[in-house]
């Protein structure tokens, strides 16, 4: 049975794989992003393709923004069924220069250090990620109330099981995530609305691939380290989210599952390094 996707963050790398991959199943997708024209390019590619989706400007961190949207998105294609929260993401301005403290670090200017972050540049980080999962939520899971085979997928981490050194804001922003989908899950559960999480493993996306890779291209020190690291040796691919995602999101094949974090990660949770 066709459903509507809503889907934030929906031009990015893997959410922009979600919607294409929903939409070849035969569903409507609304794609919510901060940068329209990234969400438009995914819209007229399903379109061409012979789907049905289009592209809304949004800001997860504005709840009067996602409510105007909201009434667009009700006029245009009708209730939400199901919605990916995939907005997130890290910022240069809260990712620290040094893995571990060096002396030096607790007086440095001219360099990022855990001492000289500043508390907003943390909290866009650490807002982006949950805040932008809460507002969204409150929005479109209303369309939900008394329906049938609806659900909530949040995107959670590999932060969430073990916290990546340099990001301590995006680290804890994705546990909460993880926290509030088992919150949520509990909250929704008299309504048989299903809330879930999905922690990606590394994916080579536009936000990491300067971290990853030099100019040339040349794997950097910190992939080295996230390949020893994981056990299958490799980056994932988009495309095997996909599986998860169709499971997660199916009422039928997933019905009495709630309130689970799913890895997809190539092992990187179970090794201990060892």
């Given amino acids: 049975m066709s ?30 992003d901060l940068n329209e024209a990234a969400a438009q390019k995914v819209a007229d590619e399903i379109n061409a393709a012979g789907g049905t989706a289009r592209a809304y400007a949004a800001n997860v961190l504005d709840r009067e923004a996602l409510e105007a949207v909201h009434e667009k998105v009700l006029s245009e294609l009708g209730k939400c069924d199901v919605l990916i929260n995939g907005a997130g993401g890290n910022h240069p301005r809260c990712t620290t220069e040094h893995e571990f403290f060096q002396s030096g670090d607790e007086t440095a200017t001219d360099f990022l250090t855990f001492f000289n972050l500043k508390r907003e540049d943390f909290g866009f980080v650490f807002d982006l990620n ?34 990546l050194t ?30 879930n999480a999905m922690a990606p493993g590394f994916f080579v996306t536009n ?56 890895p997809v990660d190539g092992g990187f949770s179970a090794y201990s390094g060892v």
């Fill in 166 to 195: 340099k990001i301590p804001a995006y680290s804890a922003a994705k546990a909460a995530v993880s926290n509030f989908t088992q919150w949520l899950a509990v909250h929704l559960a008299p309504e048989n609305i299903r809330v």
């Fill in 207 to 262: 936000q990491n691939r300067a971290l990853l890779f030099d100019e040339k291209g040349n794997p950097t020190a910190r992939t080295e380290k996230i390949l020893r690291s994981t056990p299958m040796g490799r980056f994932g691919e988009a495309d095997e989210l996909l599986g998860t995602l169709f499971w997660l999101t199916d009422s039928e094949a997933s019905g009495f599952v709630t309130g689970i974090v799913v």
């Fill in 130 to 163: 949950i805040v932008g999962s809460l507002l969204p939520s409150q929005v479109f899971a209303r369309d939900m109330i008394g329906r049938e085979g609806c659900s909530i997928l949040n995107i959670s981490s590999m932060n969430a099981f073990r916290p």
């Fill in 3 to 32: 459903k509507l996707f809503v889907i934030t963050g929906a031009g990015g790398v893997l959410c922009s794989s979600f919607a294409q991959a929903l939409a070849k199943k035969g569903h409507k997708i609304a794609l919510l």
